[in-house]
């Protein structure tokens, strides 16, 4: 029978000595001694290192204790009374958002209490903000930073949606401002306006800062009793009547201009037949117009605009000054091209322009000027017209009498009387020094109480017989009366 021992590996070494012991037995060595041989070696146990598990573990949690610290806020921070101390900053985020949405503004009033949540009025916060300033200020690692002052909000409101809340919630609140409004009146063919007239709310504002300051020191609920606000109209009184303005404007100097004159006028009844006024959603109006219905009115332009030049004739003096035009000088036009011009009048008039302005040539008209003067000859007692130089007329005359003496000199006319009675008794009868000459025709004053005129009551033309003015017959007084504008120079000499 063979016997198995069981040995370690570490204990190889040793074999030889044993093998030797073996053969050294008392019953070894023989042939009947029995036979030895070695068994595989039990595994030896492993050593426990518990020791070292416990130091790394320990040392994760520090590693994460620390990494922590880092993204995380100091403990006893707080927002608006939410705690956010040990939280990241999306998380305070979160925290602030829910807490001030869940904020109740209780209106009070005569009609009841209404309340509405910051939600319903759309208050917000910058919680983002707020909670990364909180982390940036007071980090989880700034010991000195920890159960610090809470930080201020600001709380923010969106006006459309906090009006919409609360017309829904207090519409009683309300009342709906007026437009003014802006029409064309046909019978008086011209644009009127009615004035617009203010609404009354809810001031806005006054319920923001109320949600601020309740939000800030941590209240949930804050009760107000709501301020009124004025509520603007879309469409201003100053934006109607200004519109009105223009377009009244447009109707009074429409039309097509050549330089500064108006050629064609368009009427006030055409030119609003072809404007269009429509309301802007910011409460302004736009102007547009036809450009189909200007058209009409560009195709009749060459007829009224076309013409050739009238030449201009006028009287002047002997050193070329106008004394009186006779015929007004015209100048000649041709109309350019027509192409555009509806397509600009249009776009023009919707400024509110109304004088368009035609492509034209001109042609200047010339000036005919005749000169005209008068001699009064006392030696021989005739009267001469001299037209641009040259004797036009001659007669005979009869001038002042040796005691009342036709003044000599040079004068110029300075006025004109159809019909007169000549002498101081005609206007005072008590004058025994004067006399009195009725109805005399066709005065053409030249010196102070001194005239051409008609003479009926004589017929003695050649010699002296008048009392200083010069006695004409009644055909030639009123040849010199037409003749003579006023400024005609007149020479009265011996």
């Known amino acids: 029978m063979t016997d198995l021992a069981t040995r370690s590996s570490a204990d190889d070494a040793q074999s030889d000595d044993a093998v030797q012991d073996a053969a050294d037995a008392p019953d070894g060595g023989g042939p009947d001694a029995p036979t030895y041989a070695w068994a595989p070696a039990e595994p030896a146990p492993r050593r426990r290192r518990t020791g070292l598990w416990i130091g790394i573990a320990a040392g994760a949690a520090v590693i994460g204790l620390v990494v922590s610290s880092l993204v995380l806020i100091a403990p006893g921070t707080t927002v608006a009374g939410v705690p956010i101390g040990g939280m990241t900053a999306g998380a305070a985020a979160d925290a602030i958002d829910q807490s001030f949405a869940g904020t109740v503004v209780v209106l009070t009033g005569e009609g009841g209490d209404v309340e509405l949540t910051a939600a319903d009025l759309g208050a917000t916060v910058d919680s983002r903000t707020l909670a990364e300033d909180a982390f940036a200020e007071r980090p989880m690692w700034n010991v000195s930073q ?34 003014a409004t802006l029409a064309y009146d046909s ?9 617009a007239e203010e609404g009354a709310g809810v001031d806005v504002e ?11 020191e941590g209240s949930p609920r804050v009760e107000l009793t709501p301020a009124p606000a004025a509520i603007a109209p879309t469409v201003t009184t100053e934006s109607a009547t200004s519109t009105a303005d223009t377009l009244n404007n447009i109707l009074e100097h429409a039309g097509f201009y050549v330089g500064d004159q108006r050629a064609v006028k368009v009427s006030p009844a055409t030119a609003a037949s072809w404007l269009t006024v429509a309301q802007t959603a910011d409460g302004g109006f736009e102007i547009s117009a036809d450009e189909a219905a200007i058209q009409e009115v560009v195709d009749t332009l060459p007829d009224k605009i076309n013409r050739d030049a009238v030449d201009a004739k006028v009287i002047t003096d002997s050193g070329g000054a106008v004394l009186q035009t006779n015929v007004a000088g015209v100048a000649g036009r041709e109309l350019g091209s027509t192409a555009s011009v509806a397509s600009d009048y249009a776009a023009q008039l919707a400024t509110g322009k109304a004088k368009f302005k035609l492509p034209v040539n001109v042609t200047d008209y010339e000036t005919i000027a005749t000169s005209r003067r008068i001699d009064v000859n006392l030696s021989t007692q005739t009267t001469t017209l001299y037209q641009n130089g040259k004797v036009y007329r001659s007669w005979a005359i009869s001038s002042g009498l040796p005691a009342t003496p036709t003044p000599t000199g040079n004068f110029r006319v300075f006025a004109h009387t159809a019909i007169q009675d000549l002498g101081a008794l005609c206007y005072d009868p008590t004058r025994t020094d004067s006399y009195c000459t009725e109805d005399v025709p ?3 004053w030249f010196a102070p109480d001194i005239a051409f005129h008609g003479a009926y009551w004589h017929n003695n033309f050649g010699n002296q017989m008048s009392h200083g003015c010069v006695n004409m017959p009644i055909n030639v007084a009123k040849f010199v009366y037409d003749w003579a504008p006023i400024g005609t120079e007149v020479s009265v000499h011996y």
């Not at 002052?149 to 009342?175: M, S």
């Not at 019978?187 to 306006?193: A, E, G, I, L, S």
């Not at 109320?210 to 800030?216: I, P, R, S």
């Open 146 to 179: 920890w159960f610090t002052e809470p930080a201020d909000v600001e709380v923010t409101i969106d006006e459309a949606t906090a009006e919409a809340a609360l017309r829904a919630a207090a519409p009683d609140l309300y009342v709906d401002p007026v437009d």
């Open 187 to 195: 019978q008086q063919v011209r644009y009127v306006w009615t004035a």
């Open 206 to 216: 006054s319920i923001r800062v109320a949600l601020q300051d309740a939000f800030a």
């Open 442 to 444: 066709w005065l053409t």
